[in-house]
């Protein structure tokens, strides 16, 4: 059974900063890309960013780039996001999911989703 499942949602001040945990199984953690989405309410959901898991190739999303670093443990089968100079604008339920990119374009491949994580950013 494949499982994602995010950690490390929470609470914080604009400017401060929050690290996500998605901790993956139930296939081959190297095949496969694995990123974040985020849906705040009344918006669509975003792609944040995406990464191969096999040679580190990265996507980020022009909202987020200088300030969150996507990397993984491979040892841990796990992905983390983290978080800087967080905005209130930042604020929204973030998804750990397989993933791939086109250009600008974020996608979800092989519909792989964890169950979300909050994160709150107060100004």
């Known amino acids: 059974e494949v499982q994602l499942v995010e950690s490390g949602g929470g609470l914080v001040q604009a400017g401060g900063s929050l690290r996500l945990s998605c901790a993956a199984s139930?296939?081959?953690?190297?095949?496969?890309?694995i990123g974040w989405f985020r849906q705040a309410p009344g918006k669509e959901r975003e792609g944040v960013s995406c990464l191969t898991i096999s040679d580190g190739d990265t996507y980020y999303a022009d909202s987020v780039k200088g300030r969150f670093t996507i990397s993984s443990d491979n040892a841990k089968n796990t992905v983390y996001l983290q978080m800087n100079s967080l905005k209130p604008e930042d604020t929204a339920v973030y998804y750990c999911?397989?993933?791939?990119?086109?250009?600008?374009?974020?996608?979800?491949?092989?519909?792989?989703w964890g169950q979300g994580t909050q994160v709150t950013v107060s100004s």
């Open positions: 139930g296939f081959t953690f190297v095949d496969y890309a």
């Open positions: 999911a397989s993933c791939s990119w086109y250009g600008k374009e974020m996608l979800n491949y092989y519909d792989y």
